[in-house]
């Protein structure tokens, strides 16, 4: 057992220290260096002085920005109908370090929706006799509702359909598109 401790001791002593991926700085060559997890704080901390240096673990937003870490924020903006790809740069701007992505557009959608699944999802909006109503209102909508087993996200009549429901104030454009991915079918597809 010693053996094995004394094995592993250079290993834990070349290991990096831990970083905080939330903080960094920008480098020249358009890169970040990330904040350590511990910073050192000095003698003096709050005001008050100490014999030595003082390390604090999981540094506050205050302490790391005392010595020149900025927030460092990676997550993707939204883009409709566009995919992240990857980081190509990153920029400083208003005191926080961003990435700048490179987009690709968006493979176009062809979810097919399960009609209870759509049922249900805007029932729970307080929209479904709203839509049953439009529904029923028209014969030709009424056949196609009664003929399909699956709705066909793509399919004009039922991109009118979902466009005629925000237009009426059922729901938000917002919404609508979460009860249609909520109501996605576990039926196979072939395209």
Known sequence: ??????????????????????Y???????????????????????GRVYPHPVKALHPSAAQYAEQGWLPVVTNPPARPGLVPVRIVRWEQTDGTI????SWK???????????MRLKTYLREAGAWDGVWAMISADPSRLADWN????????DPSVQTMFSAII?????????ME??????????????
């Open 147 to 154: 003929d399909s087993v699956v709705l066909d996200e793509r």
């Open 105 to 115: 557009e968006a493979p176009p959608r062809n979810l097919q929706l399960s009609k």
């Open 98 to 101: 961003r990435a700048v992505w």
């Open 167 to 175: 237009a009426a104030g059922l729901v938000t454009s917002n919404e």
């Open 24 to 46: 960094g700085r920008l480098t020249t060559t358009n890169t970040v260096e990330y904040a350590p997890a511990t910073l050192n704080l000095g003698n003096v901390v709050n």
């Open 1 to 22: 057992m010693k053996r094995i401790l004394l094995l592993l001791l250079p290993v834990t002593l070349l290991a990096a220290p831990p970083q905080n991926h939330g």
């Open 178 to 191: 979460e009860i249609v991915v909520s109501s996605v079918t576990e039926i196979e597809v072939r395209q």
